[in-house]
């Protein structure tokens, strides 16, 4: 077990969580539980890959952490806080949608706050939580961390495989590496021992070869040195020449260009001089056909400004007649549905029709004030005198000769009954009548608000005729005026198009014009500019050295053959460098021969001594291998032992793991088996027996211990008795059980259900 606690679990998508929080309690048997499915392992496996990156069993890679359809923008996170010598500590490792990976450790102070210790890298945090924990992801999940199906793949697997976890767990095969390498080398040291010998003689020959060598790398030297000072005279003859020939060559360039930029100037200038005149000639023509158009005094935009003045006024016009005719048919439409209307009435006058309103209104109003009193006279026999009659009915009817009032017998009980009787018939019979009434009354009520709607309407189709005749009158002498208006528009407008489209073709001429006496400027400017330049390119030839083709022709043949003199030079100089080089590489290999050659008589006492340091370190791994097993196996069968007795209330009393390493269980029967032999409940008890005593051999102290899954095959009745026997054997401060089932409730001081 690890000798660290721990204190909260913070998931955020990570596998089946969205978001979950897990506290966890101190030196206590916490049970998380619930359905398969609902995320009990996922809270624990995410442990060792916030601690470690270590990723749970079937799961090839971070990206199926992730929880399914989890948004790109969110990160997959896992924080664990734990408390480890004393102090308490925080790590994060977060992944985003591309699976790379961050990590962070922090210090948690007593106050509360978080110091960053190492992160965001992956590397610097991962260094700074080993710190901390002090234990290998190897180690953490062998001594603190069970699973079911990891527990009894100890007991499946073979001897072999069961000795290499054993030996893993106990550092003996790091220490089986050392052993083999030590092997290869004094197999390797033995073949070089058998095959060296030391050639004094040999050596002394060398180092006379070394001395000779040395001499004529000195005669070569002094020769290159002669010739890096002849080359150095014709390097700086040829930068003189070279000067020289540039010079010259720049003259003839700036003479050559000069001549040929002055040659295409004087072609620019005539196509200029061209350009301007055609230009003068279009322009002269245009202001011809503006003057016969008479348009030079003409306004453009004034002009313009009229016309559109005048397409208003038409449009204005046109719009004011197209209104008064739509007025005009609408009141006649609205005339004709009104005398419709009229006439279908009988043609009644409207002075009859106000009458018969009048009428009609002023009995309403009296009608409905009967029905008004009719409704409270039902009233007062439904809802107090016909309940009072027939409650003292009853009441008498319920008497046995004696009043319950004033205790004395009641004389003529039949007649008084027959008299209440005859009151309630009365009762309902004036009920009925009023009813009746209220009937016929509000019959009368709804003919005459009939009547007054078919009178009202009357009366407004008197008024939508009458507005509308007025309508249609004075429509009529507008329209006239209106369309003399438009006549009058037309023609106004008619005058103003015909000077305005001609005044479109003089401004467009004048805009012609304009252009091309542009053009003409242009011309006759860029003409000024390339007489300019032709100056320039004349005053350019003045001052500049005539330097004739052949002349440059001859002062680069000198150069060329001060080039070929400097080759012939170098030749010489690669030639000797070459055997200098040679000459200087074979003095080199040889003092490296000699030095090695004196090195390996050194290196060969050397390796007499380390083939005698290679066995004694074999033989001792030999013995270190023996001793961990010796003392390792007794204990382990001695913690399992007392964990299988627990275990099983007494029904196995003991297991033994032999050097050969098979698997034994005994039985208070007498009985042994092998474990192999054992049914599934048994099988499980002992594979999580021989784990944990493992913990207990190679891990040692007493920190948090994970349960994951590993009482599937546990009846209600071992259950108990395992779980406390964990905690008694084991030392643990903290438990943490996975289960799928509430069986764990009973041995649990926590519970955590998902």
């Known amino acids: 077990m690890t000798d660290i606690i721990l204190k909260k679990i913070e998931l955020q998508n990570f596998r089946t969580h969205k978001k979950l929080t897990v506290e966890i309690a101190n030196q206590a048997i916490t049970n998380i539980t619930g359905s398969n499915g609902s995320g009990k392992s996922s809270i624990v496996n995410a442990v060792p890959w916030a601690l470690y990156g270590t ?34 500590y925080k790590v994060t490792r977060t992944m985003n949608y591309r699976s790379t990976v961050q990590c962070d450790l922090y210090q948690i102070e007593e106050d509360g706050t978080e110091r960053h210790l190492a992160g965001p890298s992956v590397k610097s945090a991962q260094e700074g939580i080993l710190k901390t924990i002090g234990v290998s992801p190897t180690v953490f999940l062998a001594t603190a961390f069970f699973r079911q199906k990891d527990t009894d793949a100890f007991i499946d697997a073979k001897p072999e495989v069961r000795r290499s976890i054993f030996e893993e767990l106990a550092g003996i095969t790091a220490n089986s590496h050392a052993l083999e390498e030590c092997r290869i ?42 010739l890096r000072s002849t080359y150095r005279t014709l390097n700086n003859e040829k930068k003189q020449q070279s000067l020289k020939v540039k010079e010259m060559r720049k003259h003839y360039t700036v003479r050559t260009n000069a001549e040929a930029r002055l040659e295409a100037i004087e072609e620019r200038i005539k196509d200029a001089k061209e350009t301007a005149t055609n230009a003068k000639e279009q322009a002269d023509l ?71 309103l009048k009428a009609a209104q002023d009995k309403l109003q009296q009608v409905d004030q009967e029905i008004l009193a009719l409704n409270g006279e ?27 009032t004033c205790d004395q017998v009641i004389k003529d009980k039949d007649k008084i009954v ?57 429509a009529r002498k507008g329209i006239s005026k209106a369309q003399k208006r438009v006549t009058q528009a037309e023609t106004a407008y008619d005058t103003a198009n015909t000077v305005y489209q001609d005044a479109k073709q003089v401004e467009s001429l004048s805009r012609e014009l304009e252009n091309h006496n ?175 005593s493992m913990s207990k051999v190679f891990g040692g102290s007493s920190g948090a211990l994970i349960l994951d899954e590993a009482f599937t095959a546990y009846d209600a009745n071992n259950l108990e008795a395992t779980v406390k026997t964990i905690r008694g054997a084991m030392g643990a401060q903290q438990i943490i059980i996975i289960a799928h089932n509430d069986t764990v409730d009973a041995v649990s001081d926590y519970h955590i259900r998902l």
């Not at 890679?61 to 308490?88: A, F, H, M, Q």
């Not at 010998?197 to 006379?208: F, L, M, S, W």
């Not at 005053?539 to 003199?565: I, M, Q, R, W, Y």
């Not at 270190?624 to 007795?645: H, M, N, Q, V």
């Open 518 to 692: 542009s053009i003409r400027a242009r011309a006759l400017n860029a003409t000024q500019t390339l007489n300019n330049e032709a100056t320039q390119c004349k005053e350019t030839l003045k001052v500049t050295p005539n330097v004739s083709e052949h002349a440059l022709n001859l002062e680069e043949k000198k150069l060329s053959k001060l080039d070929e003199g400097i080759a012939t030079n170098v030749a010489k100089g690669y030639e000797i460098s070459a055997t200098h080089t040679e000459t200087k590489t074979k003095q080199v290999a040889l003092q490296a021969q000699v030095a090695k050659e004196l090195e390996e008589a050194k290196a060969y006492e050397s390796l007499l001594q380390e083939k005698e340091l290679i066995l004694t370190v074999e033989k001792a791994l030999k013995e270190f291998r023996a001793d961990i097993g010796a003392e390792a196996l007794p204990s382990l069968t001695k913690y399992a032992s007392e964990l299988i007795a627990g275990f099983t209330n007494g029904k196995i009393i003991g297991v033994t793991v032999t050097e050969d390493f098979n698997v034994y269980a005994h039985f208070s029967s007498g009985e042994t088996r092998e474990a192999s032999l054992l049914s599934g409940g048994e099988l499980s008890a002992v594979s999580l027996a021989i784990g944990l």
């Open 286 to 356: 245009i202001s011809q056909r503006i003057q016969k158009a008479g348009g030079e005094a003409i306004n453009f935009g004034t002009i313009e400004a009229m016309y559109n003045s005048k397409l208003e006024s038409l449009n204005a016009a046109r719009t004011h007649l197209a209104t008064l005719n739509s007025t005009l048919s609408t009141a006649e439409a609205h005339s004709e549905e009104a005398q419709e209307y009229i006439d279908s009435m009988g043609g009644i006058e409207l002075k009859d029709a106000e009458e018969t």
């Open 55 to 88: 990723r749970p069993n079937g799961v090839r890679k971070n990206g199926e952490l992730r929880r399914e359809n989890t948004p790109k923008e969110e990160p997959t996170t896992v924080s664990v806080t734990y408390i480890t010598g004393g102090k308490t």
């Open 378 to 404: 039902l009233a007062a026999i439904n809802q107090a005198k016909l309940p009072e009659a027939r409650g003292t009915l009853e009441q008498i009817e319920s008497i046995n000769g004696t009043c319950p």
């Open 185 to 226: 080398n004094r197999l390797a040291n033995k073949r070089e021992l058998d095959s060296k010998t030391v050639d004094r003689a040999g050596i002394e020959a060398h180092q006379k070869t070394l001395t000779e060598l040395t001499e004529a790398e000195k005669t070569l030297a002094e020769k290159l040195s002669t």
């Open 418 to 474: 027959g008299a209440l009787r005859e009151s309630i018939r009365l009762l309902e019979n004036e009920k009925n009548s009023l009813a009746q009434n209220l009937r016929d009354k509000t019959a009368l009520s709804t003919e005459l608000r009939n009547e007054i709607s078919d009178s009202q309407e009357l009366i407004n189709k008197y008024q939508i005729l009458n507005n509308a005749k007025a309508t249609i009158a004075e």
